[in-house]
């Protein structure tokens, strides 16, 4: 195997060139008399360094000066090659590669942009498949697996795939360090360590859809709509690419020119157009092979259809289930906030309940119209205690903001209601 690979194209001006052979190599016959590199099959051989890795099985060669834009270089071995058993090259190899018209000498390092798993991720399954997704293309001959270790390569070598031959132990934190990897020029990459947590579970189910907005067969969407979609579990961040999701306009025949976001969970994906979409109008969502963390895969697709304007108008907070200052709240009390218009279920973690300025434990839940987020404590309340329930930061469908917090205090009794669990006095919003 060559690297560059045989007849590349747009080659940088001072690649790391690399040859793999199946023998052990004899160190001493390795030189600038079996090894060359020159411009053209015959051309003067170009000044380089010749030298050959610690295991014997891979030729470098670095040119000691910039090869030429818009040229064929010839990287040419020679019969004196030799392995350790005394066998020779039986004839002459070469492979080649073209240097771009514009090409230039890479001098940067290659920058870890995103990996799978994330730091931080928690409930990791035990049989995970890693992806690392670089800013630009990576020597394939830098990257050595770890023991039986299956890696695998694409996007032009931007995205390196694999997958251990063990099983991770569960319930564990576990350390992942990626270093000695280069790029096509030998730059070497920071060392980057990301620290994560196992759960006790191998994961084997597709990843799946729990809601999207706008809704599957929504009409009259405004025109500056975002899409947003949240999925069963954590997905592979690596592999969301404009053509893993994206919008599609079904007159045009073309997907929509947007930004994609993906929240720090890995749960939720979005979508925010370029520009406006057309008026009346009906789009696609897709989510095609989206992955988890594991590599089952998920194929879906939801149509929308637009209106004709623009909403340009922040949500508005419409009824809220705690008047302020309510005493004799139920322990086992869930929390309600409506809203004008339906809202981006991203921003759930907007809505809290805290004491004394601390975070209460809560399950956040959007209803299916998009309009109210119920918050329920994932245990009982303290008796004869004030909480603060604070609604801010929410957005609507357009990534209009809400103006300003709605923020109500409330004091427990001391019991549980075992007949209405959730509170159903409701009053206009503050303003």
Not at 146 to 166: A, L
Not at 299 to 311: C, I, K, N, R
Request: no cysteine; charged share 15%.
């Amino acid at each position: 195997a060559y690297y560059p690979s045989n007849g590349s194209q747009n080659v940088v001006l001072n690649p790391l060139i690399e040859a793999s052979v199946s023998q052990v190599l004899k160190a001493s016959s390795v030189n600038a008399n079996t090894v060359q590199i020159r411009k053209d099959y015959s051309g003067a051989v170009h000044p380089a360094t010749i030298s050959l890795s610690e295991d014997g099985r891979v030729i470098r060669i670095k040119p000691l000066t910039s090869l030429q834009p818009n040229a064929t270089y010839y990287v040419r071995f020679y019969t004196g090659l030799e392995d350790i058993d005394g066998d020779k090259l039986r004839n002459e190899d070469y492979s080649y590669f073209y240097t771009g018209a514009t090409a230039i000498a890479d001098t940067q390092s290659p920058v870890i942009q995103r990996t799978s798993p994330s730091d931080g991720a928690v409930d990791v399954p035990v049989n995970p498949t890693f992806y690392v997704r670089f800013d630009e293309a990576i020597h394939p001959f830098s990257v050595l697996p770890k023991g039986n270790d299956q890696v695998s390569f694409s996007e032009g070598n931007k995205v390196i795939r694999y997958v251990k031959d063990h099983v991770l132990k569960d319930n564990s934190q576990i350390k992942e360090t990626w270093s000695g990897i280069s790029d096509g020029s030998g730059n070497l990459i920071a060392d980057r360590t990301i620290t994560f947590n196992t759960g006790n579970r191998v994961d084997a189910k597709d990843p799946g859809v729990t809601n999207i907005t706008p809704a599957s067969g929504a009409v009259g969407v405004p025109v500056n709509t975002r899409i947003n979609v949240l999925m069963t579990e954590p997905i592979n961040t690596v592999a969301v690419t404009s053509a893993s999701f994206y919008l599609y306009d079904t007159v045009l025949g073309t997907s929509v020119n947007a930004t994609t976001a993906i929240s720090s969970d890995g749960r939720q994906l979005s979508l925010t157009p370029s520009a406006p979409l057309a008026v009346s109008r009906r789009y696609t969502v897709y989510l095609s092979a989206i992955q988890d963390l594991v590599g089952n895969t998920d194929y879906e697709s939801y149509d929308f259809t637009t209106g004709v304007a623009a909403d340009t108008a922040a949500p508005q907070v419409s009824m809220v289930s705690v008047d302020e200052a309510l005493v004799d709240v139920p322990l086992n009390a869930r929390l309600r906030v409506r809203f004008n218009e339906a809202v981006n279920i991203q921003k759930l973690d907007k809505v809290t309940l805290t004491l004394n300025g601390l975070p209460i434990t809560v399950a956040q839940e959007l209803s299916s119209d998009r309009l109210t987020i119920t918050l329920t404590p994932q245990q009982l309340l303290q008796s004869n205690t004030t909480y603060t329930f604070t609604v801010s930061g929410i957005e609507d469908l357009s990534g209009n903001v809400l103006v300003a917090p709605t923020v109500r205090h409330f004091t427990t009794s001391t019991k549980v209601d075992n007949v209405q669990a959730v509170m159903g006095i409701y009053t206009p919003a503050s303003g």
